[in-house]
């Protein structure tokens, strides 16, 4: 059989988008059942330079609540057009209101008031302090209020001035709660919680890093409840009238008041709204992190998410999660932990990636090319499918655990369905990357495009045809 | 006597000494179909932005049904009932034909933060003002262009989108601000009727800027208002200002 290089070439050009998908999020995971690699990447996981479960759980705790911080900033800055370049304002706002609510306020000895009494509930077998959710919802409607004063001020600037501004306050907070305001605020230590959000179950003989696992497993559940919620609310309203009207006022405002749109009553809307979803997310983080210090005003929290939304596409809600998920979910997997000592290589490769979407793809993955699209949204996917399997029962604790599931159907490697396969049907060569060992199990040609018609990618993968 | 639907008195506006439009007076009765008319730069787009509130005003009075808006933000003026388009077509480009169709109609359900969590709430009144949407589509030869964005447009396109915008609004008195430059003859003169038999039919009342003098003394217009050099140099019936077209002639013949 005589090889045409250049037809094989051409399929693989076809794909490139695909490919790109596949390594950046579901090759990476496997590499410790590769012959040459795998032992070192195993080696690497038990000295924890590639993460495991529980970082893996933290990770996706701090891309859900990222998430619910995108999405309020596309809301915002996307939806109706005032880029704010300082959205830590209301996080940092969120997280230390949050615990000040939660745990009390003194002043030297002098209280100025006590602070909520401890509500523990059980929901659905995990047991938590109300309370602390009670006070991370007060805290973000009071920064609304305070989000509704400023607004109103703020938003009278125009565009380059109101950026500004924006950049400016949280640098103005971060001052006053290390600084001026340390008396209350803890200074550069921070505010420590007290008060945790998951607590042990009564009864539980769980100890130690076994309880503690739980306990990192039912927060995950918590904060993806979270934020599918407040995720759920800004698309709605993204969606809605509202949104559309939001969208007319970054597009032309003189017309859309023109048109009778009171254009300030809309934006300070929207500036409240979003600040108060910042506020959640910024008192989740706090419990996450188990204090707020100054580092939830840095610029570089609001950079982040800037980048996340444009990356995945400014304006569409879609493309700030999507754009959170591949980016922080993906790559702190594989960069931020993999080189803890290099944090800043984060910011580097993000820097990068933006200066290579806004070259090719300046409206963002979301717009880009169906086949560059679908990868990504299979990458995310899998990404979910790997966390699974990779934590076992971590997001529905005890009553659905999809690992043990997808295994027993879709057949089972040394880490579960991932892997690669080349092998013949019907004497073809087919080379299935994705679903490897478990495409492998299913015999008809039919059959595997069904599947992978039903995974939503037949498109960008096909059967490998060739020429006869 | 009729009411009159807008009045204008003693506006006036600079630009840095330039006076833009200078102490104009005119009154546009209810039902009536009026031309404004002048050359470049005479300041008929001026009178618009000042009537409408995009720019303020240096003086005089502007009164919609009888009510002063003068100083007041424009989405108020346009919550009289007044609507207008721009010169140079201001679409939301990245909206489609549809959405920028969708967003002029007032009392929407959807348009508040509460309301909008509940889609079923406004699904209903969406789907009505969709239907009524594609009926001016149609009427203006567009409908095809319905899910494309605005931004795609031809510029003759965008013209009849924006007259499309402004029907939708409700509003009971429309100032068209060059609706059919660039816009095809036959679509000119279909346009044209379209706007007369709205008047009649919704008792609508009509300012049109138009630069052609010729063309708009040809379309049975009920009053005209000739200005040149920010001046309000005519005003009355069209009869009168072609017998003045002389006059006219003579003084922006250099
Ligand atoms: N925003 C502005 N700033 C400064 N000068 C302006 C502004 N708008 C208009 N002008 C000036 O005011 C004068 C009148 O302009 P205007 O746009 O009202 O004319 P027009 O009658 O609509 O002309 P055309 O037929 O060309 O549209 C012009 O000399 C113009 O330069
Ligand atoms: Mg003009």
Redesign the pocket.
Known sequence: MKLDWEYYWDEVKKRKFFIFGFFLVVLLPTMDTWIFLGPSVRTAQSVGIMPDSVTTSIIIQKAAILVIFAVSWDLLSGYSGQISFGHALFLGMGGYLAVMIREGLMIGDQEVFPGMEEQLVDIGGIYFDLSVIEAIILASALIAVFALVTGTIILRLKGPYFALVTLVLPLIAQILVTKIWGDFTGGDGGLQITSQLIQKPPGSTLEGLDLFKLQIEQMTTVILTFAIVCVAIMYLLARSRYGLVLKAIREDEQAASSSGINVSLYKVSVFVISSFFASVAGGLLAQVFGSSTSALFESERSFEIIIFSILGGIGTILGAIIGTFVLFFALSYYIKDGFVDLQTIEVLIFGLLLIIIIRYQPRGLINADPQLRNSLFFGVIFSFLMAFYDTGNMIIASTWNPAPILQKYLGQGERGFFGMDLFKVQGRMVLYFIVGTVIGYYGPELAQKIRLRLWGVWPSLGTFDPPK | MTEVALSVRGLSKS??G?K??NNIHFDLKKNEIMGLI??????????F?TITGI?PADSGSVKVFGEEVMGRPPHEISSLGLSRTF?NTRLWRELTVLENLMIPPKNQFGTSVLNALMPWKYKKQEGELIEKAYTILKLLEIEHMAENYASELSGGQSKLVDIGRLLMSDAKILML??PVAGVAGPLTEKIFQTLKKLRKELGLTILI?E?NMDFILRKGIDHIVV?AN?EEILNGPPDIVRQSLDVIDAYLGE
Do not use: C, R, W, Y
């Open positions: 630009f840095s330039l833009a439009v002048g050359p470049n730069g005479s300041g008929k787009s001026t009178t932005n720019i010169q601000d060059e800027i630069h200005m920010g």
